[in-house]
């Protein structure tokens, strides 16, 4: 199959800079068809993305990733999203529960490298059984988020799930999420609230003050180092480098192509 990069995508990227997030989702929808997701941790951009994708009445699974150490808050704003705005939600699961992994390998996000080791396990691997079934997978990072997200492209590629991802939020400023928030019924994780600027698993999660930058409750007990779990391989140092493999037929749609795609 033809070969992407992330080089190959620079001029579609440019095309897309001035769409909105709803005419991002709309297109994405066109051009991945029932190959399509998105991806959520049920924290606030993942909840705009999802009201967006219900009030468009677009068919596109939500994928969730249960670590099985989620606050149940989460939990909750997930079961909410299915029951009031009816979206399909999947929730993929760890191959083992927290209690059989720390029987097997201790207690691994005690340690820079063991939080490296058990987001893998509890994240990364979970979302890498839904591999080959989506060629598009639309995201919720912000430039706004600043740090490795600060240039965050619309169009990114997964190499590991041979997708691509759709940043339809990538332009989207803070003051512009809560002009939405304001203005719609997006359903939200309550936690935000009590001080939650990130939320992921209850073992390594914190609030955070408002001295302090929105992602210093992420792993806390390990220092400024460890701020990402990796599972948006924009976030990685080697994100894009290699490319994915995709259809003749999903590249022409891509680039608008009737011909052969150039490698």
Known sequence: MPRLTQ???????????????????????????NRLAALSAMQ???????????????NIPVLFVDTGVNFQETLDTRDRLISEQG?????LYPPMTMAEQIKAHGVLYLTPEGQK????????????????KYDGIVGSLRRA????????????????????????LANMSDEEMQAYLTSNDVIVNPLHDQGFTTISCNRCTTP????EPPRAGRWRHLGPWSAYCHINPTDRDSAGTQGIELDQEVLNRLFGRDGDFAI
């Not at 190959?8 to 066109?30: G, I, M, Y």
């Not at 993305?49 to 468009?56: E, L, T, W």
């Not at 979206?87 to 929730?91: A, D, G, K, R, S």
């Open 208 to 211: 955070v003050l408002p001295s």
């Open 44 to 58: 606030m951009a993942g909840s705009i993305v999802c009201h967006m994708i219900s009030q468009a009445k677009l």
């Open 117 to 132: 080791e058990c987001c893998s396990m509890r994240k990364i691997q979970p979302l890498l059984t839904a591999a080959g």
């Open 87 to 91: 979206l399909n939600v999947i929730t």
């Open 145 to 168: 988020e600043g740090g490795r997200r600060g240039g965050v492209p619309i169009l990114a590629l997964d190499q590991d799930m041979n997708t691509v991802r759709v940043n339809v």
């Open 7 to 33: 080089a190959d995508l620079a001029p579609l990227n440019k095309t897309l800079e001035e769409r909105t997030p709803q005419e991002l989702l709309s297109w994405a929808a066109s051009i991945f068809g």
